[in-house]
């Protein structure tokens, strides 16, 4: 099973400063296979970047993914008050497992 | 716009089954597409428990298997998960979700369950 990391914890950061979110993986994970999500309080998972780097329907083009093999970034590069929330990355294995990281939580400072 | 939701009992006794629905509005179950469980616990990160495709195969998560089912009926457009032998352990919120490309596109707006007697 691929284990995701994620740095750091939390991240406390002011609004319109540039956010930078890492995701580890425990071996190589195709590109296509990687996906970033945001979580508000009591919300359900937003879906944001798939394929490592690709925006989801009506993402704003300040989230931005990149990276390959073990190590993935969500940037993201002028916050907003509503950016600030729980960052999951995920990744999608050959067994068709889905599994998560741990989560970043962005707050404000 | 495909939207979903999830609906069932919020409370069920330690040893009993959870069972949960989920219904698809704005799109067919069986456009080619699949269809996942997710939990959380409390103030914890995510899981994934399993998914299933509109001709009902299906692809669990290891550390569930033993205990979980998921089944799709098109008819109704829905989507169910059964987890068998709960315990406080498996108290959280379940989210249903529908896929995009190799991750969660559409998501339910999660039903907290709890197992107490």
């Known amino acids: 099973e691929i284990v995701l990391t994620q740095s750091p914890g939390t991240l406390s950061l002011s609004p319109g400063e540039r956010a930078t979110l890492s995701c580890r993986a425990s071996?190589?994970?195709?590109?296509?296979?990687l996906a970033w999500y945001q979580q508000k309080p009591g919300q359900a998972p937003r879906l944001l970047i798939y394929?490592?780097?690709i925006r989801a329907t009506g993402i704003p083009d300040r989230f931005s993914g990149s990276g390959s093999g073990t190590d993935f970034t969500l940037t993201i590069s002028r916050l907003e008050p509503e950016d600030f929330a729980v960052y999951y990355c995920q990744q999608y294995d050959s067994s068709r497992m889905y599994t998560f990281g741990q989560g970043t939580k962005l707050e404000i400072k | 716009q495909v939207q979903l939701q999830e609906s069932g009992p919020g409370l069920v006794k330690p040893s009993g089954t959870l069972s949960l629905t989920c219904t698809v509005s704005g799109g067919s179950i069986s456009n080619d597409n699949w269809w996942s469980w997710v939990r959380q616990s409390p103030g914890k990160g995510l899981e994934w428990i399993g998914e299933?495709?509109?001709?009902?195969?299906?692809t669990y998560n290891p550390s569930l298997k033993s205990r979980v089912t998921i089944s799709v009926d098109k008819s109704r457009n829905q989507f169910s998960l059964k987890l068998n032998s709960v315990t406080a352990a498996d108290t959280a919120f379940y989210y249903c979700a529908g896929h995009g490309f190799y991750s969660l596109e559409w998501w339910g707006q999660g039903t907290l369950v709890t197992v107490s007697s």
């Open positions: 394929a490592a780097s």
């Open positions: 299933t495709s509109h001709g009902g195969a299906t």
């Open positions: 071996q190589s994970v195709s590109s296509n296979y």
